[in-house]
């Protein structure tokens, strides 16, 4: 900076009474110019240790204390090219990477960080800028999230949790699962406008890859069946049979340009126009969710033909209804995010799945990814009762290698129906022989087609001594005597002549050995860790914005599920150091 005179005005409150500018002499004016440098050094160092000597507990001054960043910004130097052409990079990757945790820390937007760096002197010297400098702006940070997004996913949140573990190592061996819901960043739509926006989304996409051939695959089609005639009435003015036939009509009209795509690109090599096809599958799949065929004709499904993983909105076809209770607010749209949580109160594991996938789906996968990622397989491993079932078990050990039980509630097999249940029967050592509650055998047995095990039978001959009489006679008391045991094995309304078939399942014995843990004490005492993962879940949703999703996706939400959770081990560590050094001084 050249400056000829250095000048200052100071003005009076008096409007009328202005002082002259006061203009230096030469050699102050001089040294200003000839120290600039130094002069502005001396004033960031002195306001930034001026600040900080009053921000001792500042959450970022304990971090930069005890989190080591060289392996982070290790992580985060790809994003610059090391050689090569061009000017060197603006805003270096190790100053980027403590900008992004900063934004997780206290849930920022990325123009709210942007606005924070311009005006928080804590967090300017937490990131490594000056109080004279410039930070970068939200288009700079959007960039590198996106970068660390895609060749960074699970990284950072597996190398803070590495350093966590150093100071607590036995953390991993007891751990908690349940799920919360993250809202998807997109309305819901009914079907008709679903149908309306999924092929208003097919025709941009067709423009964009095949306009000619499009033109004239469309020659013909009837536009107004499928989006009206303007103006047409707004269909909460509808009366239910009006709405229904305005579906029909819509959904003819999406199915036949569905048709339509479908036979424009079937010559076609597969992967040629990717956002073409993903469009298409989106429209395919709601009309297949949704619409079946009756006498001849398009008609909408009952609900419980309807598909499981419906979409609900075109912005973002990656979400779906999580329903988790009889009431309304217990439905929410979005994602279904997974959550492994220590004793001390650390997440160890975390993703997203979409809404409709449920609960016990998710929970080898939480296994699985520690061991793959991390190398560790916790002991226990307490999950609610959704996690009950036998399979769920065996898909537990098979993702640990038999390192990890899984300690869950069984669901309660006696309320399903008033009949001996598959339980009071009796396998035996070599599974082949079935023994009823009577003493009767059976080796008669067919894989099952509704699930994972097979059917035993019990024939008639079985359950009554003497000869039951043919056809639909009664049998006479006197001469043929039945199992005493009879009301409790069949319905009511059965015949004397009743096959009984009973399911053994193939994960009977995890089943079998989970009755027998569940009736101990150490079950009981396990039982009682479970809430905590219900107020980390608490924290994650209200204080470290893992409630509502920021972009649309499953990718960004799984990568805000990580993120959200990376903040919150960051701060639990820090108050449990704390604790310790309190506990220490004690």
């Given amino acids: 900076m050249a400056w000829s005179c250095v000048k200052f005005c100071h003005h009076n409150n008096n409007s009328n009474n202005h002082t002259p500018p006061m203009i230096l002499p030469p050699f102050i004016t001089f040294f200003i110019i000839s120290y600039w440098s130094t002069l502005v050094k001396f004033f960031n160092d002195y306001l930034i240790e001026t600040a900080l000597g009053h921000a001792r507990h500042h959450l970022l001054v304990k971090l930069n204390k005890k989190l080591d960043f060289a392996p982070l910004e290790k992580l985060a130097a790809g994003y610059h090219h090391q050689s090569g052409p061009g000017a060197p990079a603006s805003h270096q990757s190790e100053k980027l990477i403590r900008a992004f945790l900063v934004k997780y ?49 699970t990284n950072i949140f597996d190398e803070v949790l590495c350093q966590i573990r150093s100071d607590y190592p036995d953390e991993h061996q007891i751990q908690i699962g349940d799920t919360y819901a993250m809202r998807a960043r997109a309305a819901r739509e009914n079907l008709g406008p ?17 306009p000619v051939p499009m033109e004239t695959a469309l020659r013909g089609f009837d536009w107004p069946a499928l989006f009206g005639v303007h103006p047409e009435k707004l269909e909460y003015k509808l009366d239910k049979e009006q709405r229904a036939a305005r579906l029909l009509v819509i959904a003819k009209a999406a199915q036949e340009l569905h048709r339509r795509f479908t036979l424009m690109l079937q010559n076609r090599p597969l992967s040629e126009f990717p956002a073409l096809r993903r469009q298409l599958g989106h429209l395919g799949k709601v009309l297949a969710d949704e619409f079946g065929q009756k006498d001849g004709q398009l008609a909408r499904l009952p609900p419980k033909e309807q598909g499981s993983l419906r979409l609900g909105s075109a912005t973002d076809p990656e979400a779906t209804y999580r329903v988790h209770g009889p009431d309304p607010e217990d439905t929410s749209f979005g994602y279904n995010i997974q959550v492994a949580v220590t004793r001390s109160g650390f997440v160890s594991e975390t993703f997203a799945e979409t809404g409709a996938v449920p609960d016990q789906a998710g929970v080898a996968k939480l296994i699985s990814q520690q061991k793959e990622r991390q190398g560790i397989c916790p002991e226990k491993f307490i999950y609610d009762q959704a996690a009950g079932c036998g399979k769920t078990r065996a898909d537990v050990e098979k993702a640990s290698d038999g390192h990890t039980q899984l300690v869950s509630r069984l669901p309660n097999y006696a309320e399903r129906s008033d009949r001996f249940g598959p339980y009071a029967f009796t396998l035996s050592e070599d599974g082949t022989t079935l023994t009823c509650p009577n003493g009767k055998n059976s080796t008669v047995a067919y894989r099952a087609g509704s699930g994972d095990g097979r059917d035993f039978r019990f024939l008639d001959c079985q359950c009554w001594v003497g000869i039951l009489p043919k056809g639909k006679q009664a049998p006479d008391p006197s001469q043929i005597t039945r199992c005493p045991l009879w009301e409790q094995c069949r319905k009511a309304d059965q015949g004397p002549r009743t096959m009984r078939q009973v399911f053994v399942s193939d994960y009977r014995e995890q089943v079998l050995a989970a009755r027998q843990y569940n009736e101990t004490e150490e079950f009981t005492q396990d039982m009682k860790l479970r809430p905590m993962v219900e107020r980390i879940i608490f924290e994650l949703t209200h204080y470290n914005d893992a409630r509502e999703c920021r972009r649309a996706g499953l990718n960004n939400a799984n990568w805000q599920a990580r993120m959200t959770a990376t903040a919150y081990n960051l701060k639990h560590w820090l108050r449990l150091s704390d604790r310790r050094q309190v506990a220490t001084r004690a």
């Fill in 194 to 210: 679903l149908l309306q926006h999924l092929s208003r989304r097919l025709l941009e996409a067709g423009l964009d890859s095949l």
């Fill in 105 to 153: 820390l206290y849930s920022l937007s990325l123009r709210g960080l942007e606005e924070r760096l311009y005006s928080d002197m804590i967090i300017r010297w937490f990131v490594g800028y000056g109080l004279f400098e410039t930070p970068p702006d939200h288009t700079t940070l959007e960039r590198f999230e996106l970068w660390l997004k895609t060749h960074q996913t």
